[in-house]
């Protein structure tokens, strides 16, 4: 199993960046997939979820109407579309393959820092 996540960067508050999360060696159409980040000098903090069929959607309410969440199942990726970024929406974004009773893999992270 491998995920590797793609897209972060610099950018100014206000502006928008696109996450992509590729994934490989399991059947990804099968899986739940999440999205987590973590903040510098802060815990793992839950960002949304997409069920297997891409259908269902959830966030956390620090992110709601701002991040969409979707995925291809014909190209194995996730990707967050993240718009309206706020420098608190700095950290290292994860995907995780969600294994029923945890985040069962992850990637390694791409870092987005909000800055001007």
């Known amino acids: 199993v491998q995920l590797v996540e793609s897209g972060g960067g610099l950018v100014q508050p206000g502006g928008s960046l696109r996450l992509s999360c590729a994934a490989s060696?399991?059947?990804?159409?099968?899986?739940?997939m999440s999205w987590v980040r973590q903040a510098p000098g802060k815990g793992l903090e839950w960002v949304s979820d997409i069920n297997s069929g891409g259908g269902s959607t959830y966030y956390a309410d620090s992110v709601k109407g701002r991040f969409t969440i979707s995925r291809d199942n014909a190209k194995n990726t996730l990707y967050l579309q993240m718009n309206s970024l706020k420098p608190e929406d700095t950290a290292l974004y994860y995907c995780?393959?969600?294994?029923?009773?945890?985040?069962?893999?992850w990637g390694q992270g791409t870092q987005v820092t909000v800055s001007s």
């Open positions: 060696g399991f059947t990804f159409s099968r899986y739940h």
């Open positions: 995780a393959r969600d294994g029923g009773y945890e985040y069962d893999y």
